[in-house]
């Protein structure tokens, strides 16, 4: 009899594991599915951040270029893989893009002081917060910035590239411009990621999107608190 429960509890929670990756979602869980994946890559992505400056500078001083395509590489591919609409494509294309970003920010470690990348992270759950909150609140107005938003960062990176070959780089002024689009990024992907079927793969995209949405603003926060206290 005890045998037969067991079978029985076992079928239940493959079942549940089943109606959660392949069904449909309520509202609510599948917000709780997004915050829990974002934490999640977050988590794992400081713990990479601070594991990696071991090991970085070995890989890195073997040849810089070939470590930074490799870093571009990974990054779109997981982003395609994540975008698939299957939830274990979309864990691995996840997967991809934290250890692409979690070797990218072990650099943080080796260039920062600890007191300004407290201090950015903190800056950094603000405007999350606020972000998030604004695009609970105003989805519309920010689901009609998608195609602006694009151009406006196609613009920064073409900007960025041509400067720094040009010699002539503002470092202070793309890292404000690139807070202000991140941060309009992480509303309209709150916003864009409730358009989307409320499933666990769509959970796990749209919390990719919010993950690199705050790496880079992060990372742009660090880089301005640090040119500014020079």
Same mark, same amino acid.
């Given at each position: ?73 990974? *990054?779109?591919? *997981?982003?395609?893989?994540?975008? $698939? ?49 604004? *695009? ?9 910035? *998608? $195609? ?83």
């Amino acid at each position: 009899m005890n045998e037969w429960n067991e079978m029985n509890n076992r079928e239940e929670n493959g079942s549940g594991l089943s109606a959660y990756t392949q069904g449909t979602l309520s509202p609510a869980m599948y917000n709780v599915s997004i915050g829990v994946h974002l934490l999640v890559g977050l988590v794992i992505t400081y713990f990479l951040a601070l594991r990696m400056p071991y090991v970085l500078p070995q890989i890195y001083s073997v040849h810089p270029l070939i470590f930074s395509i490799g870093f571009l590489v990974v *990054g779109v591919v *997981g982003g395609m893989i994540a975008a $698939k609409g299957n939830y274990v494509l979309s864990l691995i294309g996840y997967g991809l893009n934290i250890l692409a970003f979690g070797t990218l920010l072990s650099f943080v470690g080796l260039i920062y002081p600890a007191q300004y990348i407290v201090l950015a992270a903190v800056l950094t759950t603000v405007v999350v917060i606020t972000m998030t909150v604004a *695009g609970m609140l105003f989805p519309n107005a920010f689901l009609s910035m *998608g $195609k602006t938003l694009f151009i406006a960062l196609i613009g920064l990176v073409v900007a960025e590239f041509v400067t720094m070959l040009l010699g002539i780089f503002y470092p202070n002024i793309f890292a404000i411009i690139g807070i202000f689009i991140f941060s309009l990024y992480l509303g309209y992907d709150w916003a864009r990621g409730q358009q989307y079927p409320s499933t666990a793969s769509y959970a796990c995209f749209t919390a990719l999107q919010l993950y690199m949405d705050i790496i880079n603003i992060f990372i742009r926060i660090l880089r301005l608190m640090a040119s500014r206290r020079r």
